[in-house]
């Protein structure tokens, strides 16, 4: 609140409440996760625990929420997803986010499904090392990008990409999608038609860290299509580097006012 009253225009604060507000504040309610709600084949649990976590940020002064996981457990082998995701059948995974987003958002808050476009088929943790999501553009569609596509029908205020190589959208194997123009500008925002915020994921992992230095990072993510960078390691460089790329034109201004847009219509 004292931050608020200092603000010239108001601040966005964000947390990841994906299991409840218990799990970043400690008088907060901590909640079961993803799979035991999807395990109870209700998927008004999965609004009720959207709508709980809500309430509970916006009493904190946290006004979005990095969740739910959107993420379709595909992958048994998967290291860090498992039991974060709602199952492994895209159309029930779907049904549950679609939930807990309007769980959030009509409580006041803002939701953010992740990890675009699917965390699931993964052998490797991204928090380490970049991720590689194979399967071709078919498989995608009827899996991986089933949640995504319902979270948008449901209003969802944002998405978060991973930080995930994805051949059967973006040929080069060292780009994961936090900086592919091909995914975040020609997938999300337009066959996707995404019109609200993309917001990183957390630029410190391994995921990114091993791909580019922090500066360069933070200007090709943005250059993707990125409105928000989520935990840049060191911003003073993220924030240099984002000005030098405007002032030698590899980033237009319109790009940043586009962001800037549409960060001012979410607070």
Known sequence: NELQRRAKVPLLIGADFESGTRMRLDAGTSLPSAMAIGATGDPKLAYEAGKITALE??????????APDADVNNNPDNPIINIRSFGEDPLLVAEYVSQEVKGIQDNGALATPKHFPGHGNVSVDSHLSLATVPGDRDELEGNE????????AAGTSSIMPGHLAIPAFEPDPD??????????????????????????DAMDM??????????????RSVEAGADVLRMPPVPDAAMAGLLRAVKKGRISEKRIDDSVRRILAAK
């Open 57 to 66: 940020a916006r009493a904190a002064g946290v006004q979005w929420i990095f």
């Open 145 to 152: 990008l089933v949640p995504f596509r319902a979270a948008i």
């Open 175 to 200: 780009t994961p999608a936090t900086t592919s123009k091909a995914l975040l500008t020609g997938l999300l925002r337009g066959e996707m038609q995404f019109k609200g915020l993309i917001i990183t």
């Open 206 to 219: 391994g995921g990114v860290t091993s791909m580019y230095p922090p500066g360069e990072a933070a200007v």
